[in-house]
Every structure is written in C-alpha cells, then in structure tokens.
C-alpha cells in the first residue's frame, strides 16, 4: 500500500528557477573564484640551499643502498656502508653541523616552518570562507525549502542527506531540500570544474583535503621539528644490520633455467 | 630524466615530431597568451601542453629547425618567465645550438657561471654548464664539475650516468663501474645500466692484467645474464653475453668444476663459473641471437642487428677453422 501511494507536493515552478539554478550557478562561479584565488595567494615554493640539499639527497642515498643492496658485489657494498655509516656517525652531510645534539627548535620559530603554514592556512582560508558565506547565504533565504524530487527511489538512510534543514517525518525521501541541494553541488562538481579549468585544479575542496591528509609526501624526508641528526644516526643503525645478498649470485643457473 | 629518454628517441621519430611544429604552436596559439584565461573559451591549461612543447623544441633543434624551436621557447618563456631553472637551461640549450663557433659558448659557459654564481643549486643549468664544458672538449673539468655536483646531490642517476661515460673516455674502468654500481643502486631493476655495466667490465678486462681477467669477465658474464633475465630478448644483453662467454671460454682451462663454490663463498666472493655453465651460456646466447637477427621486426636498432650478425659470422668462422 505504502509503494502504491505517492506523495505529490505541489511547488510553485518558481521556486525551481530562483532557487535550484542560483545555488548551481552560484556553486560553480565560487569553485572557479577560489581557483583563482588559490593561483593568486600561492607563493613559489621556497628554494632550498645547497646544503639542505645534500643533507636530504644524502640520508636518500642510505636509503637506497639499504633497499637495492643486492644490486652491487659484497666488497662494493661494505665499502659503500662503511663510508656512509662512518659519515652519518660523523654529521659530515648535516646542513648546520654546529646544531648537533642541540634539541630541536619550536617549529613556531623557524621562518621557513611558518612559511609553509601560512601557505595552508591560506589554502584553508579560501576554502573556509566562501564556504560560510554561502552556507550563510542559503541558510538566510532558502532554509527550509522542498526544491526537488528525485526520479528514483532511495532508502530511508539518505533522509538526513537529502532532507537537512526540513525536519519531516514522512516525507518521502526523494524530495531533496535546498541545503541538501547546496552540499550536494560542494562535493558533486569535481566533473564540471575538470571540464571548465582543467585537470589540476584548486577549486576542488575534496583534492585538497586529501593533500592535507599527507602533507609533502614527495616534498621532503624532514618534517619541520624533526632531527636530521638523528635520522641520520637511525639510518646508519639500519645499515649496518642490512644482511647483504648479491643478485647474481647464480644467476646464470636461473637464466638456464629459464631459457632452456 | 625526460631530456635523456627523449635523446633515444630515433632520428625519423624527431624528425616527423619536429615536422609537427608549426601545426601544433598555430593549433595552441592562445594558450597561455592572455593575462587572464576564460574557461570554457580558451584550452584548459595542462602540464601535457607545455611538456609538449618542451619535446618539441628538443626535436627541433635536433633537426636544425631553429626558428621553430626559437618559437617553442618562447612560448616557454612567456608561459614560466626567464627566471624558471628549467627554462634556463633550455635557453642555455638553444644558445649553444646556434652558436657558431667556440668564442660564443665561451661566452655561453660565461653566462651559465654567472647563473651558478647567484644560484648554485640551479640543476638544470650545472647540467648544462657539464655538457657545454664536454662539447669544448675540457673533459678534466666536466668530471670536476660532475662530482662537485654529485657531491651535493648524490642520487641523481643522469648525472651519474655522465660521470661513467666520462670516466670510460679516460680509461679510468673501476671509477667507471663504481658510477654504475651507484646508477644500479638506485634503479636496480634498469637492465640498460647492468648491460653497460658488464660492457664496461668487459672492456676492463681486456685492458687489465692478464691475473684478474678471468674474475672480472665472470663478473660480467654475471651482469649480462642478470640483464637478460630483466628484460628478455635484449639484443645488447645477449651480443655481451655471448662475446663474454666465448672470451672466458678461451681463456678458462677446461677442467673449473663447480666444486670451487664451497670454499670461496665465504669472504662474499662470487665463484668462478664452471667451464659446462659458460659453454651453455655460450649456446644459448647464439641461439637466442640467431632468433633476434631473423624475428627482428624494426624494433631494434638497424646497426645493433648488423653488429650481432657479424659476430655470430665471425664465431661461426672461428668454429670451422
């Protein structure tokens, strides 16, 4: 009986043209804003000197021979751990070697650790903002509002997704509200903004707070606070455990094998 | 890294990606032109365009079409500003291309040390600045160059690969294969580098003394096969594989069993190979070779096949005599 029954609202077609189109187009004209505005607030990336470099390229260069050991003989192995562990021991590749052993300072007080979280919390400005003045916006005018019917049906579960800001009970749960209509347009754009501004663009919020998941996942080993002395003091731990098997130990009787 | 690979690329590939220049600069003509782009109006901007433009101004130059690689670079220019490392050492790249005799790239080599002056973490233009010293044939200095920079930036492979390259030049062998070993260390798994390798330990024994030979062509032997076991039907694999092969089998005396594992796996010293191993080794590699050569559909290099028939006719020839 329940499914034979149909709810039918009647709504002032008005309310489709002043209400459902303002909050799309208005949706989309803010992700290409903040695009924008991204662009704009974004400072280069500061360069790092030569001897952050070093300090970075070198404990990578530990890294990799502990994982690719295999890849060279035994002797060019222990002469290569042997260098590496007597130069981390030493602090030969620390970018300031006058700073061992000293604690490490409060980010808060490191200029280039302040940079980077200036640029963030720039990217969240331009994200938080324009997000409370609509959700301001649309709370002011259009709270309350049946704008839709889906043409499908949906479980009872959507009701709080689809229906926030008109507390019914019964109302099927196919009519969509108007803030659903807005939080549905913040996280359903990602196509249309891939269409009018390219691929990697910064009007998606969904893009950036996956980047804010993993901050610098390619950017660098150190983290601001962090010691490099102790890291490199860690990876030299590391490599003198490494058991060393070299790769073409046998080798020619595996590629008989394979190729007879 | 994108520079090298493209390098590879064949003559007739540059050539037909340089004849796609005009087309391609009238067809992006207003990207990234105006001050403010429009969506929906103009292209939406992508890294491919300008990666693209890139490749293009490389195959330019490399077919001798400077005006449009002039044009390329422009559009580089204006895009990133004259300031952006990589584009500096496209510029560099341009002007050394047109340059017409060794006064100018002095004053080029000038200008890229003024650059490292200001700013000695600029990569791209150290780069240049190496290859700029190699093409004047100041190899001495290029190798200095090269290992101040691999001092500060110890896992760049490129450069790794020059300074081997370099160190060959010089016949300087164990400081070559150290390069490689460090190449290796980073992308083990690059069958190209471990051909080289056993390339390199190949000619160093032939240039040693007559004691290790026999060790370091097993090594090499072993680098090939590695090699080979990466990436099947490599041509430069096998050609090593089989010139290494017969080179031991020459010299080895006829009775090596595999009994001397046992004893000399302890201080991390691979054993020698037996003479049966190296004899298969050896057949194999002919096989393989011979099949190379007669399935060989264009996808090899022309003077790689030439090369691998006129070893397997000069093996053939030795056999019958």
Same mark, same amino acid.
């Given at each position: 009986?329940?499914?034979?029954?149909?709810?039918?609202?009647?709504?002032?077609?008005?309310?489709?043209?002043?209400?459902?189109?303002?909050?799309?187009?208005?949706?989309?004209?803010?992700?290409?804003?903040?695009?924008?505005?991204?662009?704009?607030?974004?400072?280069?990336?500061?360069?790092?000197?030569?001897?952050?470099?070093?300090?970075?390229?070198?404990?990578?260069?530990?890294?990799?021979?502990?994982?690719?050991?295999?890849?060279?003989?035994?002797?060019?192995?222990?002469?290569?751990?042997?260098?590496?562990?007597?130069?981390?021991?030493?602090?030969?590749?620390?970018?300031?070697?006058?700073?061992?052993?000293?604690?490490?300072?409060?980010?808060?007080?490191?200029?280039?650790?302040?940079?980077?979280?200036?640029?963030?919390?720039?990217?969240?400005?331009?994200?938080?903002?324009?997000?409370?003045?609509?959700?301001?916006?649309?709370?002011?005018?259009?709270?309350?509002?049946?704008?839709?019917?889906?043409?499908?049906?949906?479980?009872?579960?959507?009701?709080?997704?689809?229906?926030?800001?008109?507390?019914?009970?019964?109302?099927?749960?196919?009519?969509?509200?108007?803030?659903?209509?807005?939080?549905?347009?913040?996280?359903?754009?990602?196509?249309?903004?891939?269409?009018?501004? !390219?691929?990697?663009?910064?009007?998606?919020?969904?893009?950036?707070?996956?980047?804010?998941?993993?901050?610098?996942?390619?950017?660098?080993?150190?983290?601001? !606070?962090?010691?490099?002395?102790?890291?490199?003091?860690?990876?030299?731990?590391?490599?003198?455990?490494?058991?060393?098997?070299?790769?073409?130990?046998?080798?020619?009787?595996?590629?008989?094998?394979?190729?007879? | 890294?994108?520079?090298?690979?493209?390098?590879?690329?064949?003559?007739?590939?540059?050539?037909?990606?340089?004849?796609?220049?005009?087309?391609?600069?009238?067809?992006?003509?207003?990207?990234?032109?105006?001050?403010?782009?429009?969506?929906?109006?103009?292209?939406?901007?992508?890294?491919?365009?300008?990666?693209?433009?890139?490749?293009?101004?490389?195959?330019?130059?490399?077919?001798?079409?400077?005006?449009?690689?002039?044009?390329?670079?422009?559009?580089?220019?204006?895009?990133? !500003?004259?300031?952006?490392?990589?584009?500096?050492?496209?510029?560099?790249?341009?002007?050394?291309?047109?340059?017409?005799?060794?006064?100018?790239?002095?004053?080029?080599?000038?200008?890229?040390?003024?650059?490292?002056?200001?700013?000695?973490?600029?990569?791209?233009?150290?780069?240049?600045?190496?290859?700029?010293?190699?093409?004047?044939?100041?190899?001495?200095?290029?190798?200095?160059?090269?290992?101040?920079?691999?001092?500060?930036?110890?896992?760049?492979?490129?450069?790794?690969?020059?300074?081997?390259?370099?160190?060959?030049?010089?016949?300087?062998?164990?400081?070559?294969?150290?390069?490689?070993?460090?190449?290796?260390?980073?992308?083990?798994?690059?069958?190209?580098?471990?051909?080289?390798?056993?390339?390199?330990?190949?000619?160093?024994?032939?240039?040693?003394?007559?004691?290790?030979?026999?060790?370091?062509?097993?090594?090499?032997?072993?680098?090939?096969?590695?090699?080979?076991?990466?990436?099947?039907?490599?041509?430069?694999?096998?050609?090593?594989?089989?010139?290494?092969?017969?080179?031991?089998?020459?010299?080895?005396?006829?009775?090596?069993?595999?009994?001397?594992?046992?004893?000399?796996?302890?201080?991390?010293?691979?054993?020698?190979?037996?003479?049966?191993?190296?004899?298969?080794?050896?057949?194999?590699?002919?096989?393989?070779?011979?099949?190379?050569?007669?399935?060989?559909?264009?996808?090899?290099?022309?003077?790689?096949?030439?090369?691998?028939?006129?070893?397997?006719?000069?093996?053939?020839?030795?056999?019958?005599?």
């Amino acid at each position: 009986m329940a499914g034979a029954l149909v709810q039918s609202i009647h709504r002032d077609p008005a309310l489709f043209y002043w209400i459902l189109f303002p909050i799309s187009i208005v949706m989309v004209l803010t992700g290409v804003l903040r695009h924008y505005a991204t662009v704009l607030l974004q400072t280069a990336p500061k360069k790092q000197g030569l001897p952050a470099l070093r300090e970075q390229r070198s404990l990578l260069r530990g890294i990799n021979l502990r994982s690719n050991s295999s890849a060279v003989s035994s002797t060019a192995f222990a002469a290569r751990r042997h260098y590496l562990v007597s130069a981390y021991k030493d602090g030969t590749f620390l970018k300031d070697p006058d700073n061992r052993g000293k604690p490490a300072g409060n980010p808060m007080t490191d200029p280039a650790a302040m940079e980077g979280m200036m640029g963030m919390m720039k990217g969240n400005m331009a994200m938080m903002i324009p997000q409370t003045l609509i959700m301001g916006w649309i709370n002011a005018f259009f709270a309350g509002f049946v704008i839709m019917k889906l043409p499908f049906p949906l479980t009872i579960r959507f009701k709080s997704m689809l229906q926030s800001g008109v507390a019914t009970r019964d109302l099927d749960v196919r009519w969509v509200s108007s803030l659903s209509w807005y939080f549905l347009n913040l996280f359903g754009l990602q196509s249309v903004f891939i269409f009018i501004l !390219g691929n990697d663009n910064a009007a998606n919020q969904m893009a950036q707070q996956m980047s804010q998941m993993n901050p610098g996942a390619g950017a660098g080993l150190f983290q601001p !606070g962090q010691d490099p002395d102790k890291m490199f003091q860690s990876e030299a731990e590391n490599l003198e455990v490494v058991e060393h098997e070299y790769i073409l130990k046998g080798v020619e009787d595996r590629l008989l094998a394979s190729i007879e | 890294m994108s520079l090298s690979s493209l390098l590879r690329r064949s003559n007739l590939e540059a050539l037909s990606l340089s004849q796609q220049t005009a087309q391609h600069l009238q067809k992006h003509a207003s990207t990234g032109t105006s001050t403010i782009p429009i969506p929906l109006l103009s292209y939406p901007e992508s890294t491919d365009i300008w990666l693209t433009y890139e490749r293009l101004f490389l195959s330019c130059l490399r077919t001798g079409d400077d005006r449009a690689a002039f044009n390329c670079l422009e559009k580089l220019i204006s895009r990133f !500003g004259a300031t952006n490392e990589r584009v500096m050492g496209l510029r560099g790249l341009y002007q050394e291309a047109v340059a017409k005799d060794d006064a100018t790239l002095e004053r080029v080599l000038q200008e890229y040390e003024e650059v490292l002056a200001e700013d000695a973490v600029n990569t791209p233009v150290a780069k240049r600045r190496i290859a700029l010293l190699q093409s004047l044939s100041r190899t001495t200095e290029a190798i200095d160059a090269l290992t101040e920079l691999l001092e500060s930036s110890p896992t760049d492979i490129e450069a790794w690969t020059e300074l081997a390259e370099l160190y060959l030049s010089h016949n300087l062998f164990p400081q070559a294969v150290f390069c490689l070993e460090e190449v290796l260390l980073v992308a083990p798994n690059a069958w190209n580098i471990h051909a080289h390798l056993g390339e390199v330990l190949y000619i160093s024994a032939m240039n040693g003394n007559e004691n290790s030979e026999g060790k370091i062509l097993a090594e090499a032997t072993r680098r090939f096969c590695r090699s080979v076991e990466l990436c099947d039907d490599y041509l430069r694999g096998y050609y090593g594989l089989k010139l290494t092969s017969d080179r031991l089998l020459s010299i080895l005396p006829d009775d090596i069993k595999s009994t001397a594992q046992v004893t000399t796996v302890d201080n991390g010293e691979l054993p020698m190979l037996s003479t049966a191993v190296v004899r298969r080794l050896s057949e194999q590699a002919t096989l393989k070779l011979a099949e190379i050569i007669r399935t060989n559909n264009n996808s090899c290099d022309l003077a790689e096949i030439t090369a691998a028939k006129d070893l397997l006719d000069r093996s053939t020839q030795r056999r019958q005599r």
